[in-house]
């Protein structure tokens, strides 16, 4: 089994800043894609950003030049650097990445627990 668990979630005011972590535990060969996704209420699930095993990132057009993912692939950590947050940002916002427990298994999607990001105006 493998556990996601965010952390640094919070409320800010407009044009503050939050960064949020989520840290990769339990039995791991290795990991591929890691991510973050926010749902709003009464909306869908959507990809905030995602980054490769090799560093490679990529991010919704809503959140380019304010957002930043990074990751530490020796601690199975992805991160997320949220600066101008903007009241539309208020989610909650959910870690996922691509697990294989062992090189027999092939990548499964695993996803944390949600931690909630309020950003007042």
């Known amino acids: 089994q493998v556990q996601l668990v965010e952390s640094g979630g919070g409320l800010v005011q407009a044009g503050g800043s939050l960064r949020l972590s989520c840290a990769a535990s339990g039995t791991i060969f290795s990991v591929n894609g890691m991510g973050w996704y926010r749902q709003a209420p009464g909306k869908q699930r959507e990809l905030v950003a995602v980054i490769s095993s090799g560093g490679n990132a990529a991010y919704a057009e809503s959140v380019k030049g304010r957002f930043t993912i990074s990751r530490d692939n020796a601690k199975n950590t992805v991160y997320l650097q949220m600066n101008s947050l903007k009241p539309d940002d208020t989610a909650v916002y959910y870690c996922?990445?691509?697990?294989?427990?062992?090189?027999?298994?092939?990548?499964?999607?695993?996803w944390g627990q949600g931690t909630q990001v309020t950003v007042s105006s």
């Open positions: 996922n990445a691509q697990v294989a427990h062992s090189a027999r298994y092939s990548f499964a999607d695993y």
